[in-house]
């Protein structure tokens, strides 16, 4: 039985389809990728899966072990394991590190604080004790947003385009994060359209325009994202990166 | 009987077992003297008057005091009226920090009223942090008055917590001037309940060239609770720096009104300001529900790190 099976899934915002009647399997203990060009409905999914108030009407079913969570609210599903990374984490004024993180920690101790920060790179002394706000760049707000779920021991992590605004060095410590937590038999499910993101999911769903296009090991989903969605000058492919590689969207 | 009551204000702001006697302090309930500690350098001239305490507060010339100086205020009584006049000054290059705890454990029906005149000398330093505890049901009208004068060269620096149990009523007025390369710094952080009316006004005047004021106010008012803050500063002189920054969130039926107010006289001087009234920021919200807390855990902890 797969840990989460979403079944034919569809939501319209304002009167234009996001996802059009989308089905797909997520196995448990996996790293899957959800891959697609700007705009393909990839955030949405993840946002309907996490139950987020802006997304809960939506047609078709989610099921978590086998059992619907339509129904349930945000941390409802979060109580059940299921938690989300935003591809823009918030800031929270005047919040500091160690209490963001411990407010997720399934394990209430201090030094789970240093443990998860040590584990994304940043260095407990100089992080433990300063607001989640506009002081952290994005890319620390990303590593502790991430610290916090780590914190949190949960069983399907969805994370939203995961290397978005970080450096390079800090999109290692996040893919050795991702390691983590499949090691730990967590699920993870990233959204993505980086091939870069994709190389570390073990199997890879190719969505465009809220249809599922293909699923598949991973190689086999790249091969064919890189070849035909990438060069492809759908409106859905707004993004700088893609232009880059495709020359331009009429390149 | 002094000591008993000492130890009763103590015990109300959970000083009771840390406190010691030898730390320079002014311990006052109601508007009786119950203790005061001085250190070399820090004068403390308290006096009971029939309708309230004056207390002279002086640090001399260049003495830094190195320890906090304590200043419990505390109102065991259910009803009545402390009236509390500080007339504080620290002398050219003294250093001194306050911590004032204003208590009003039995609160049923009690005005506190503060009326200030502080004096801060060339080069000199003050810091005051005020804590009000109030209990969790009755009354307090809060009424603080200051008028503040920085000397050149000075810091000041005065905050004011009330973040436990029911504001009541709390009508804040400081007014701090500003001589050349002084620097002022106030803020509020208060968390409102129930009907509580909290109402502030800070301003500071930049007379001099090169001074410096940030006002800086963090409410929170859920229920009933209405807030109203006046914030001003007004730059005179060339090379003056201000910012207002106000921040309120409010939940239920709360109501909250800024007015920054910012003047500036003189083409060489820069005043900005930031004003954000709302209720609690969703995507913070969604992401700590999305860690496993419940609504109202998530709300706790925002409005936590705002008035932190």
């Given at each position: 039985m797969a840990l989460l099976e979403i079944k034919d899934l569809t939501l319209s915002v304002n009167s234009t389809p996001i996802l059009n009647g989308l089905s797909l399997e997520i196995w448990e203990g996996y790293v899957h990728a959800v891959v697609g060009p700007n705009g393909a409905g990839k955030s949405t999914l993840a946002n309907v899966i996490m139950g987020l108030p802006e997304y809960r009407n939506h047609g078709g079913d989610i099921l978590f072990e086998g059992r619907s969570i339509k129904q349930l609210k945000v941390d409802e599903r979060a109580r059940l394991g299921i938690t989300l990374g935003w591809q823009e984490p918030a800031r929270f004024e005047g919040l500091k590190v160690s209490k963001f993180i411990l407010a997720s920690a399934r394990k209430k101790d201090p030094a789970e604080v240093d443990r998860v920060l040590t584990l994304v790179g940043l260095e407990p002394e100089r992080y433990r004790n300063r607001a989640v706000d506009r002081t952290l760049s994005g890319g620390e707000r990303k590593r502790i947003e991430l610290a916090s779920i780590l914190a949190m021991k949960p069983r399907l992590v969805l994370l939203d385009?995961?290397?978005?605004?970080?450096d390079i060095e800090a999109i290692e410590k996040i893919f050795a994060a991702i390691d983590y937590l499949k090691s730990e038999g967590a699920t993870v499910l990233l959204i993505t359209h980086s091939p870069k993101v994709l190389e570390k999911a073990d199997h890879a769903f190719l969505i465009c325009n809220g249809f599922l296009v293909d699923k598949g090991e991973k190689n086999k989903i790249l091969e064919y994202f890189s070849g035909k969605c990438l060069p492809c000058p759908h409106k859905n492919v707004p993004d700088l990166q893609v232009e880059v590689k495709t020359g331009g969207k009429n390149g | 009987m002094a000591e008993e009551l000492v130890q009763e204000i103590l015990e109300s702001i959970n000083l009771h077992r840390s406190f010691?006697?030898?730390?320079p302090h002014v311990v006052i309930n109601a508007n009786q003297v119950l203790s005061s500690k001085v250190v070399e350098g820090l004068v403390i001239e308290p006096e009971e008057r029939p309708d309230g305490v004056l207390a002279r507060l002086r640090v001399l010339k260049g003495y830094k005091i190195k320890q906090p100086v304590h200043l419990c205020f505390g109102m065991l009584p259910e009803t009545g009226v402390q009236r509390i006049i500080l007339e504080v000054d620290i002398e050219d290059e003294a250093e001194v920090s306050f911590m004032a705890h204003c208590t009003f454990?039995?609160?049923v029906d009690i005005q506190h009223l503060m009326e200030a005149d502080i004096r801060v000398g060339r080069n000199a330093k003050y810091s005051y942090f005020e804590r009000h505890w109030h209990s969790d049901e009755g009354l307090v009208k809060v009424v603080p008055v200051a008028r503040i004068s920085l000397a050149e060269g000075a810091r000041f620096s005065t905050e004011f917590e009330l973040l436990k149990g029911r504001v009541g009523i709390i009508d804040i007025d400081y007014r701090t001037t500003c001589a050349a390369r002084s620097t002022a710094e106030m803020k509020a952080r208060i968390f409102g309940r129930q009907d509580d009316k909290i109402t502030i006004r800070e301003a500071a005047v930049l007379e001099g060239e090169d001074s410096r004021a940030v006002l800086t106010t963090h409410i929170a008012v859920k229920d009933q609770a209405v807030a109203d803050i006046n914030n001003e500063i007004i730059a005179k002189a060339a090379g003056a720096r201000g910012h207002v920054d106000c921040k309120e969130i409010i939940q239920g039926k709360g109501v909250a009104r800024a007015v920054p107010i910012v003047e500036v006289r003189n083409p060489k001087a820069h005043v900005t300001h930031e004003a954000a009234i709302g209720s609690v920021d969703s995507r913070q919200l969604q992401t700590l529900m999305a860690r496993g807390l419940s609504e109202e855990e998530a709300v706790d902890l925002i409005v936590e790190g705002l008035l932190s």
């Open positions: 385009e995961p290397d978005s605004g970080v | 010691d006697k030898n730390t454990p039995n609160a």
